[in-house]
């Protein structure tokens, strides 16, 4: 177990520092069961754990910045420091690279950064934000000023104060450099899919760029948080998700009305997808790269796709290749939008032109795509009608009602106005 009585200073004079007994007591950290401990021992548990992190993330700065400074990982492996440690720890190369640059400008430029941040006074963010901030141009006229920067993150939220300091570099480096946004470049996005169709997403905006996204995303989210209360009050299986989560939807609504070329008339992009149809009549749905879609996407991307038929031999060889097919005309969904006025989901506000045509008996189950199959239901609403649990009907006369997975029923809604009187049993 790891001795607390051997101090940091008694390892740092020792000429090999052996991290055995701490790993050794790590570990049985790591493996410790917390729900034995008392409210009161994991608050006081929480905030120690964090000042453990910040030590040890100094440590391999310090680690980091000596190995870069001797070029040892090229002498040896012939490798730089960040994309060696990448490939050793399996990181992702840009934030190992990242990570190194901070840890050389903490060496070389801004100590006080660093003892604060082997203190625990700071953590590896702000000391990263410190570190991105100080460009050659001010680096002596900010190093200046650390140690008020480092006081003013004791008492400040990190956003804010991450903006203060960005504000203060901006401010000394009045007379060089260029404000970010007025070079394009400045901007930049990166992209990565991960598993089961999911998209990562990172990168920077500047100036009026970010501004005036940042301002579009949080306006539509609020839009939605309204939407979605008012659904919780229709039915309490639908809970209002993180502000994290919104910010993401409206980013995603956002996009897809402006993938439209005329917001006043046309109806919101359909999804490009592609059916390959095997010889031995298996069949895989993939999007437009090529790549597959999972079942529970299926269901709700193929209610109303653009379509592409690919017949393909056992091997995958293309045999023949369908036309561009829409599965809802101009007709239909006129009589949809006339019969329905926008999304039937109760309380929803969507129009026609920004819904999709549901089929009630899915289409690739042998549903019909005529009206009295079809619903009109807002992309939202679409996938919630697609949950595992949910299941949604339609009288004769063409009104719907869903079934929660908590057995709730509730009726739909035409022209904003719900159906009143008792479900069919």
């Not at 006081?44 to 993330?57: H, K, N, S």
């Not at 100080?134 to 650390?146: D, G, H, L, T």
């Not at 908590?406 to 009187?421: D, E, L, M, N, V």
Request: aromatic fraction near 6%; charge should be negative; glycine fraction near 6%.
């Amino acid at each position: 177990m790891f001795d607390p009585e051997i101090t940091a200073a008694d390892q740092a004079s020792s000429s090999v520092i052996d991290l055995d007994p701490l790993l050794t007591a790590l570990r049985s950290f790591a493996v410790w069961d917390s729900s034995d401990a008392t409210e009161e021992e994991l608050l006081t548990l929480a905030p120690q754990t964090e000042v453990v992190r910040r030590i040890l993330d100094s440590f391999s700065c310090r680690v980091l910045a000596e190995l870069e400074s001797r070029g040892s990982t090229d002498s040896v492996d012939g490798m730089r420091t960040g994309p060696w440690l990448a490939h050793l720890a399996k990181l992702p190369v840009g934030q190992t690279k990242a990570r190194v640059r901070v840890a050389t400008k903490l060496r070389t430029t801004l100590p006080q950064a660093d003892s604060a941040l082997a203190e625990g006074l700071i953590s590896y963010e702000h000391a990263k934000v410190l570190a991105e901030a100080c460009n050659p141009r001010i680096s002596e006229s900010f190093a200046a000023v650390v140690p008020d920067l480092i006081q003013a993150a004791q008492h400040s939220t990190f956003d804010r104060w991450r903006k203060e300091v960005a504000g203060l570099a901006e401010l000394l480096d009045a007379d060089g450099g260029h404000t970010p946004g007025d070079c394009v470049s400045d901007n930049k996005l990166s992209m990565s899919r991960g598993l089961e169709n999911t998209l990562q997403l990172n990168g920077q905006l500047c100036g009026q760029f970010g501004l005036s996204v940042e301002h579009a995303i949080n306006t539509r989210a609020d839009q939605i948080f309204k939407r979605m209360q008012a659904d919780q009050e229709l039915t309490p299986d639908l809970t209002v998700p993180h502000r994290s989560t919104l910010r993401a939807l409206a980013l995603w609504e956002l996009i897809r009305e402006s993938g439209s070329t005329d917001l006043g008339c046309t109806q919101a992009p359909v999804t490009e997808l592609s059916v390959v149809v095997q010889a031995q009549d298996a069949q895989t749905v993939t999007d437009s790269e090529g790549l597959p879609i999972g079942n529970t996407d299926q269901s709700t991307l193929l209610c109303d796709p653009v379509f592409r038929a690919v017949v393909t031999a056992v091997h995958g060889i293309v045999i023949a290749h369908g036309r561009d097919q829409r599965l809802t005309n101009r007709a239909q969904r006129r009589a949809i939008a006339h019969r329905d006025g926008g999304c039937v989901w109760p309380g929803c506000t969507h129009r026609p032109a920004w819904t999709d045509a549901h089929h009630i008996q899915h289409w690739q189950h042998g549903g019909s795509t005529e009206p009295s199959n079809l619903a009109s239901l807002c992309r939202y609403h679409h996938m919630v009608t697609h949950r595992n649990g949910w299941n949604m009907q339609v009288t004769d006369d063409q009104w719907f009602w869903w079934t929660s997975p908590t057995g709730q029923r509730f009726w739909s809604q035409r022209h904003g106005k719900q159906r009143a009187g008792p479900l069919p049993n």
